[in-house]
T-cell receptor, first 116, second 112 residues
Framework: GAVVSQHPSRVICKSGTSVKIECRSLDFQATTMFWYRQFPKQSLMLMATSNEGSKATYEQGVEKDKFLINHASLTLSTLTVTSAHPEDSSFYIC????????????FGPGTRLTVT | AQSVTQLDSQVPVFEEAPVELRCNYSSSVSVYLFWYVQYPNQGLQLLLKYLSGSTLVKGINGFEAEFNKSQTSFHLRKPSVHISDTAEYFCAVSSNTDKLIFGTGTRLQVFP
């Protein structure tokens, strides 16, 4: 149980285009989903927290107009990188948790974004 | 504010040897502690967690960790490592908020 999927696993796009990454909780309802960014050989940096049906809460320094997050249902959150640039190239990982009193986050396999 | 320190960026070890990956945290409130493992180009997999109760926590793949409140540590141990344990290991802390604060990671390299 507690499986989280991400799609796509890898994406290459041209500078100036937008890319959407999906994060799905497959066998549980995720009341909260998180989006992280990981640079090579570095730790995970939390970008934003999203709760189903409400606006995402962004961490300091993360541009909400550039990284659009939608958590439309209890099993799906999307991250859209708008007008992508090469510096947005990174490994994006989502995680999900469900219900109260559950402090564990379940992580997706990640999406490798390369902007050319 | 909470923080996590993983002092060792890399830990080389021979197969079947014991290993300890160190993790120290700082927090002004009660914490929940986690160890995650990340294989290349993959997401994170939970190894074990401490929420409350026994300070010795056993996880998957033969790993265990001990919560030491006085030393604010949560070191990860395995008595005998395998080649397949080669990966990046992250310690993380959380309080009553949803956020996980990660350490910088420790690269465990197991040699034959």
């Amino acid at each position: 149980g507690a499986v989280v999927s991400q799609h796509p696993s890898r994406v290459i796009c041209k500078s100036g285009t937008s890319v959407k990454i999906e994060c799905r909780s497959l066998d549980f309802q995720a009341t909260t989903m998180f989006w992280y960014r990981q640079f090579p050989k570095q730790s995970l940096m939390l970008m934003a927290t999203s709760n189903e049906g409400s606006k995402a809460t962004y961490e300091q320094g993360v541009e909400k107009d550039k990284f659009l997050i939608n958590h439309a249902s209890l099993t799906l959150s999307t991250l859209t990188v708008t007008s992508a640039h090469p510096e947005d190239s990174s490994f994006y990982i989502c995680s999900a948790k469900g219900g109260q009193g559950l402090y564990e986050q379940y992580f997706g396999p990640g999406t490798r974004l390369t902007v050319t | 504010a909470q923080s996590v320190t993983q002092l060792d960026s890399q830990v080389p070890v021979f197969e079947e040897a014991p290993v300890e990956l160190r993790c120290n945290y700082s927090s002004s409130v009660s914490v929940y502690l986690f160890w995650y493992v990340q294989y290349p180009n993959q997401g994170l997999q939970l190894l074990l967690k401490y929420l409350s109760g026994s300070t010795l926590v056993k996880g998957i793949n033969g790993f265990e960790a001990e919560f030491n409140k006085s030393q604010t540590s949560f070191h990860l141990r395995k008595p005998s490592v395998h080649i397949s344990d080669t990966a990046e290991y992250f310690c993380a802390v959380s309080s009553n908020t949803d956020k996980l604060i990660f350490g910088t990671g420790t690269r465990l390299q197991v040699f034959p």
